[in-house]
Each structure stands twice: as structure tokens, then as C-alpha cells.
């Protein structure tokens, strides 16, 4: 008998109170191996989000999902090693360029990624587009690559942090996402249990992102910041902007089109903008400052590494990608500007197209998604083509169709250009 019952520990979080280190060890350990039941956990979860942790059980609650795994020894990689990890959001491809970026710059990046639930897409789902390339490695294969490579993007091991993929799937159906203690130590127990040295955050904010105010956004950075800190982790975080898409493709298969297009030294502006900005935090982080990413992007060395990794995990850089059947072109009503594009509503839209996936059993469709041909800010006729609706099966146009012509607005006037770097927490 431990002396704990988990009917106290949901009590002593309804009402307001602190848990204690031993009553969290206790909880998050008996909830991984089956002994505390998700309907308690999820009454747990929903007191957590309404009431809130303290710092210290923040700590407490993370050290313990990370002692409830493995945790990695990266020491076989000579290169220091760097990570980023994005809060989620709406064409966000970034991670595909940039880990092979920094890798030709000289740090070898530990990219565990995940896949895509809901209206924000997943690394893994779009790397899945590439021929031949397999998710899936082992640890040896994965410190093996990040060795000889220097980049890895691959599936979390089933080893690493079992608490948070019990409990991130059960938050997923409970309304209980979105608590800043659970969120952040979801994300840094991860992180910390993949042994990467340093770490960089891209904290979203906006309509496409968890966070909707810079407010919640700089606390849950801040909170991340202390976590890695404290585990010997050197974590900054950006708060950046996910009120629009970011780039001009969302999906799969078109993502890595345009990824691949930056790593060509090309690419929509605010996509190398952010792919830029992180690279050249994590280069610092990793005690390479000098290192200069705009030059690897332009001189190719950046592809290269890009080919490697590919083929290092059984892919083909140079098949074609699968593309869309069916095609749907939107054009502008009126002569004017663009005002917006919402993110939440554009990532519905290639959702609903096939894009990503109702319930994390579902498959997704590689082709389907969305294609912008103007962003916010840019002027507009009438009849020009707004944006493309792809997917393998027309029936999934109509409902899409609704979503996006709700996320795109058309006006007299030009919008005021919003910042994409809002700020730095670190
Ligand atoms: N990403 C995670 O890994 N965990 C969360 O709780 C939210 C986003």
C-alpha cells in the first residue's frame, strides 16, 4: 500500500490546494502503470487547468513524466546538439528546413516529432509524402543518424515519457489541452527525456494556436524556459505569430514542396523570415554564434544536408511527390487587398479536405490541402485566383470551401503589418 488515494489528490487540486512532491511522484506513476484510472486522472487534469500549479509543482509533475521513461545519452554525437519545438500551428513546415539548416551548420539536431490531431498539421504526416522514408527508428538507429548526419527527424520511442502520451491522449478528449502547467511539462518532459543539450521554443500565438494572447503565450514560454533550465537544459523561446498561416501551403505534400523550395534558397518570405530567426537561436544555443544560415541556405549545403537525412531514413529526394486529383481555384469577388487569412479557419479547411485526421487511428491523405496565391497585405482584382483547395475526393470540397472563404477577407484598404518574431523569452 502506498498511503495515497487518488480520490485526495483530485480533492486537494478542486479545492485550491498544493500538491505535494510525493503525492505527485505518487500520482503521475500509478496513472502510467494502470493503477489510477483516466476518469480519475481526467478529473485530475480538469482540476489542474482550472486551478492552476504552483512552480514547483510544475517541476515536480515533469521531473516525474521524465522519470516515468528513459532518458537518452546523446554523449556518442560529437557536435553539441540542439532541438526546437513548436507549440503547433497552421502551415507550420518549419521544422523541415531547419533541421537540416542547422545540421549543415554544424550542430546535430535530435528531432523527435509527432503527428498531426486536429486543425494543426504533424512533421511526421509530411515527411510520410516523401517515397521510401520511414518514421520509425530505434534509439541506436537514431543516435546512429544524428552521428553521421547530424539531423534526425523521427517518432518519439515508446520508451521516452509514457506518462505524457497516456495523459496527452486522454487530455485530447477530456477539454483539458489547454492548461499552461500540463502543456508546458508535456512538452519540456519530452524534450528533456530525448537528451538534447539545448533547446529552442517556438511558442505560437493566435487564432491558429493553442495560446491566443501573448499573455497565456510569454507564461507558458516563461514556464518552459525554468523547466529546461532547471534540468541543465539551455532553453529560449520565441513567441511567434499564428493569427495566419504561415507560408503559402497547408498540408502535406505541399509543405515539403515549399520546404524544400527554401532549402533551395527560395521559398515564401516570412517561411525563411522564422526558419532564419530559430536557426540562428539554436546555432547560439549550441555555442556556434558565427555560424551564418542565410549563407548555407543560399550555398547549398543546406540541401545537402536536406538529401542526406532523407536517404539516411530510406527516402528518395528526387521522386515526385503524390498530387491531387481534384483542384478547386477560388477567385477574388472585388478589386482590393487582402486583410486576413485566419489560421484556425484555414487549418479546418485543409483538415476537412483529408489534410489531417479526425481521431489519431485515421490515416492522412498526402496531396490534400491547401494553396495560398496571395497573402495578407497583397493587392487583389477581381477574378484573380485567392487560393487552391486539393484533395483526393471532390466530395471533400463543398465544407472545406465554407471554412475558407470564412478565413479570407478582402477589403479596401491594406491591413498594418503584424511583427512574425513578437518576442524573446530566455
Ligand atoms: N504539444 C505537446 O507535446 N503537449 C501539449 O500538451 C501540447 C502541445
Keep these: 500500500m502506498s498511503g495515497f488515494a487518488a480520490v485526495d489528490v483530485i480533492r486537494a487540486k478542486r479545492d485550491g490546494g498544493v500538491l505535494s512532491d510525493a503525492q505527485i511522484d505518487w500520482v503521475v ?14 478529473a485530475l487534469a480538469m482540476a489542474i ?9 510544475i517541476a515536480r509533475w515533469t521531473a516525474a513524466m521524465i522519470a516515468s521513461g528513459e532518458r537518452l545519452d546523446l554523449s556518442p554525437v560529437s557536435r553539441p546538439t540542439v532541438d526546437k519545438h513548436s507549440t503547433g500551428g497552421v502551415g507550420d513546415k518549419i521544422t523541415l528546413p531547419l533541421t537540416p539548416l542547422v545540421a549543415a551548420c554544424g550542430a546535430a539536431v535530435p528531432q523527435l516529432s509527432g503527428r498531426g490531431l486536429g486543425h494543426t498539421g504533424g512533421t511526421l504526416d509530411k515527411l510520410e509524402s516523401v517515397p521510401g522514408w520511414r518514421a ?12 553521421d548526419v547530424g539531423a534526425v527527424i523521427c517518432a518519439a520511442g515508446e520508451g521516452l515519457a509514457p506518462a505524457d502520451r ?24 519530452k524534450k528533456i527525456a530525448e537528451g538534447t543539450g539545448a533547446l529552442v521554443l517556438d511558442v505560437k500565438v493566435g487564432t491558429g494556436a493553442f495560446m491566443k494572447n501573448v499573455d497565456d503565450a510569454r507564461e507558458l514560454a516563461r514556464t518552459m524556459v525554468e523547466l529546461g533550465g532547471a534540468h541543465g537544459v539551455r532553453t529560449v523561446a520565441l513567441l511567434t505569430d499564428m493569427s495566419t498561416p504561415l507560408g503559402l501551403t497547408i498540408g502535406n505534400a505541399v509543405e515539403v514542396t515549399e520546404s524544400v523550395e527554401v532549402l533551395a534558397g527560395g521559398g515564401p518570405a516570412d517561411v525563411v523570415e522564422l526558419t532564419l530567426a530559430l536557426a540562428r537561436e539554436m546555432l547560439a544555443a549550441a ?25 539516411a531514413q530510406g527516402g528518395d529526394p528526387d521522386a515526385p511527390l503524390p498530387t491531387a486529383p481534384e483542384v478547386e481555384v477560388v477567385r477574388a469577388e472585388s478589386d482590393g487587398f487582402v486583410a ?15 489534410a489531417g485526421r479526425a481521431r489519431k487511428e485515421d490515416p492522412v491523405s498526402i496531396p490534400a490541402g491547401v494553396v495560398l496565391h496571395k497573402r495578407p497585405g497583397d493587392p487583389v482584382r477581381a477574378g484573380d485566383p485567392l487560393y487552391e483547395l486539393r484533395a483526393e475526393d471532390a466530395g471533400r470540397i463543398p465544407a472545406a470551401l465554407a471554412d475558407a472563404a470564412r478565413a479570407v477577407t478582402v477589403a479596401p484598404a491594406a ?5 512574425l518574431v513578437i518576442e524573446r523569452v530566455g
Design 340 to 354: 486576413a487569412i485566419d489560421a484556425y479557419a484555414m487549418g479546418v479547411a485543409a483538415w476537412r479536405l483529408g
Design 287 to 311: 555555442g556556434l554564434p558565427d555560424a551564418d544560415p542565410a549563407a548555407a541556405l543560399r550555398d547549398g549545403r543546406a540541401m545537402d544536408s536536406w538529401r542526406r537525412m532523407i536517404r
Design 49 to 57: 487547468l482550472l486551478r492552476g500549479m504552483s512552480a514547483q509543482e
Design 166 to 189: 497516456k495523459l496527452y491522449a486522454l487530455r485530447d478528449v477530456t477539454g483539458t489541452v489547454e492548461a499552461i502547467p500540463l502543456i508546458a511539462s508535456s512538452i519540456m518532459s
Design 29 to 42: 506513476d500509478a496513472y502510467t502503470r494502470g493503477l489510477v484510472a483516466d476518469e480519475q486522472m481526467a
Design 136 to 147: 520509425a527508428l530505434s534509439n541506436v538507429e537514431f543516435i546512429a543518424q544524428l552521428r
Design 415 to 419: 491591413p498594418e503589418r503584424k511583427p
